[in-house]
């Protein structure tokens, strides 16, 4: 049998969510940039995987991350990125998307769980994604935050011991 890639178009995403859904899966959706992947990274991905059964990815493209952190990011580039995430365990599937925002990913796809990092509270989250979220009866859930992890963090301390 062919195994099924982890890195998904919205169209291979809908149809393995419809699956899920009539064997009873519980979905679990988070999204983000992972710049520069680090434990932080690691272990919120780790926690979310466990509000279901299956953990599907959304990741900003480069083009997306420029627009959110600005032109001198992403650090590493999007196929980079998405091959650390396809590598790890509790990430069943990633899918890539270009706008600031997956709400219209998240409008169709309508995870059961919508998982954000513990530097977001209810009211900090993208009101639009909450909306969509809370209109179609999913539960959000708000993880813990790890202080002194970041990709920023990260940054700011090469810059700091690099020569200039």
């Keep these: 049998m062919k195994e099924i890639s982890k890195l998904l178009s919205l169209n291979e995403l809908l149809i393995l969510k419809r699956s899920w859904s009539k064997s009873g899966k519980k979905v679990v959706w988070t999204n983000g940039c992972f710049d520069i992947m680090h434990a932080g990274h690691v272990n919120y991905l780790q926690q979310a995987k466990n509000f279901g059964d299956i953990l599907v990815v959304g ?10 952190k600005g032109t001198g990011r992403p650090i590493c580039n999007e196929r980079h990125r998405a091959q650390v995430l396809v590598a790890l365990e509790c990430v069943d599937f990633v899918i890539v998307f270009d706008e600031k925002s997956p709400v219209k990913i998240i409008e169709q796809f309508q995870p059961d769980v919508y998982v954000k990092g513990g530097d977001y509270t209810i009211d900090t989250i993208d009101q639009v994604e909450r909306r969509v979220v809370e209109g179609y009866g999913g539960k959000i859930v708000l993880l813990p935050e790890e202080p002194g992890i970041s990709t920023t963090l990260i940054i700011e301390k090469i810059q700091k011991i690099a020569p200039h």
């Design 59 to 68: 990741m900003n493209s480069d083009q997306s991350v420029r627009a959110l």
